[in-house]
């Protein structure tokens, strides 16, 4: 039997069509029409004033910490649990990473967490991240930070679609960053974007990314700059993509909603829970299993579906556990680790839009079946 995977590109007619036009005008380049619609396409989706198409979120991360003035030695908060890149760009800049714990109800920022952090430090920053499609309660987090003067960046790397108060991930905070990776809800195969309603920032984004060249006739620099920018035949994929967002959400909410219909009654499994405030586009479906009540594992689950050739993952694993952070402060709560709890009972299960409703049940299936056992 094929393989399912977590999260796999889905693809339709009007990307390939996008693609083939963008190929046939001969725009291979990282800039072009396809680069400058799609950033314009996504500004309006998210009714945010810019947009910069990126070739990674990873470089939109960077150049966010660049634009607020991250300098060697500056303090930089980030939830613990999430993906390495988050914590990576700190220390492209010589940063020093702080991490903060999630809150059990959301797994995103928690907010006394953070507001102990605030007794100790003098931060620069806080990349605020929309953990598997949900959003933070970015209302205290902004009124938090904006008293003590942090600046304050989205990560909707994996909450593009999603909202928070009818208002779209992405667009909370100073800037925002997207990606298009792979396995995001919607793909370029690799991309990302940096999103503002500060113009400046946008436009010194779009400079910095392509090598900082002055405006002048020859080559001249005055600014270490990179080479980030998208290209135009990713850009065509990600305008086809985006005209299917709101339906893959719809479709990753039914995917959840089917798993919470069929596992959620057994005793020691609880889904991540959906914010009040929020509405998640459901990127990954993620439960926690405790083994205490289940006599079995979350890896023992993985370990089950790999044997019929299905990819389930653990949840993030923790930044203050890594050995490349071990001697980086973390914040938590009330004594309790909940990034840690998370990691060590979370599951991830295949969750993409194309996931078919008979290999959906064939999960439900086996997962029932090893909890049988
Ligand atoms: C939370 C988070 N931030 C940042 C990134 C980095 O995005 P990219 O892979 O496009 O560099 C990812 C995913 O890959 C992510 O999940």
């Known amino acids: 039997m094929s393989r399912i995977y977590l999260s796999p590109p889905h693809m339709g007619e009007q990307e390939r069509e996008l693609l083939q036009e963008a190929f046939d005008s001969n725009w291979i380049a990282p800039l072009g029409p396809h680069v400058d619609a799609f950033e314009g396409e996504m500004a309006e989706y998210l009714e945010v004033g810019y947009a910069a198409a990126l070739i990674t979120g990873t470089a939109a991360l960077h150049l966010a910490l660049k634009l607020v003035g991250v300098k060697e030695g500056d303090v930089v908060l980030c939830p613990s649990l999430t993906f390495a890149p988050c914590a990576n760009v700190i220390l492209y800049e010589n940063a020093t990473p702080v991490f903060i714990d999630v809150s059990p109800e959301t797994w995103t920022l928690d907010l006394s967490a953070l507001e102990i952090v605030f007794k100790t430090y003098k931060p620069k920053a806080l990349i605020a991240v929309d953990l598997y499609g949900q959003s933070c309660d970015y209302d205290p987090i902004l009124e938090l930070c904006d008293q003590h003067n942090v600046a304050v960046i989205e990560d909707a790397a994996e909450a593009i679609g999603a909202e928070y108060k009818g208002k779209k991930c992405g667009t909370f905070g100073l800037m925002g960053i997207l990606s ?84 959620s009654e057994i005793d020691g499994i609880d889904f991540m829970p959906e914010a009040t405030n929020g509405k998640t586009n459901r990127w990954l479906t993620t439960l926690t299993i405790d083994s205490k009540k289940t006599g079995v594992s979350r890896t023992q689950i993985i370990n089950t579906l790999e044997k019929e050739n299905i990819e389930a993952r653990p949840v993030w694993k923790p930044m203050h556990l890594q050995p490349l952070y071990k001697s980086c402060e973390y914040y938590t709560a009330n004594g309790e680790d909940v990034s840690a709890r998370l990691f060590e009972q979370g599951l991830c299960l295949p969750s993409g839009s194309n996931l078919s409703i008979d290999d959906q049940n064939r999960i439900i299936d086996i997962i029932r079946d090893t909890l049988r056992q």
């Open 180 to 263: 298009f990776n792979g396995n995001k809800i919607i793909t370029t195969s690799g991309g990302g974007m940096l999103v503002s309603d500060d113009e400046e920032l946008v436009n010194k984004a779009r400079f910095l990314a392509t090598q900082a060249r002055e405006p002048v006739l020859h080559y001249e620099h005055k600014e270490l700059g990179y080479n980030y920018r998208m290209s135009n035949l990713l850009a065509a994929v990600g305008r086809g993509q985006l005209q299917v967002l709101d339906e893959r959400v719809q479709a990753r909410r039914r995917i959840f909603q089917r798993y919470f219909d069929a596992l």
